[in-house]
Nanobody, 115 residues
Framework: QVQLVESGGGLVQPGGSLRLSCVAS?????MGWYRQAPGKQRELVAV???????NSADSVKGRFTISRDNAKNTVNLQMSSLKPEDTAVYFC????????????WGQGTQVTVSS
């Protein structure tokens, strides 16, 4: 089992920045962020493996940067140039390893982009 604790959500104005963090109870193969806006399906934002490989949604490329600290089992999402369309509940996600495809989810943290 893996427990995930998210932090950093809040209210920010359009064009502003926000940093999300997620701490896992132990090391995992990959960590990342998904988001879900009202009336929409949950979607991938960005993920990063323990070797540093990343993948992100086209809608956030150039604006969001994902990083991790393996020693602290922590993943961060630096969000800049935020838009109202980024408003959603952001969920931390962790993948156990490459082979068993076992996933864990955090409770979610609200990000609201509004003037």
């Amino acid at each position: 089992q893996v427990q995930l604790v998210e932090s950093g959500g809040g209210l920010v104005q359009p064009g502003g920045s926000l940093r999300l963090s997620c701490v896992a109870s132990r090391s995992v193969f990959a960590m990342g962020w998904y988001r879900q806006a009202p009336g929409k399906q949950r979607e991938l934002v960005a993920v990063i493996t323990n070797s540093g490989g990343t993948n992100s949604a086209d809608s956030v490329k150039g604006r969001f940067t994902i990083s991790r600290d393996n020693a602290k089992n922590t993943v961060n999402l630096q969000m800049s140039s935020l838009k109202p369309e980024d408003t959603a509940v952001y969920f931390c996600n962790a993948r156990e390893n490459f082979f068993d495809s076992h996933y864990y989810w955090g409770q979610g943290t609200q990000v609201t982009v509004s003037s």
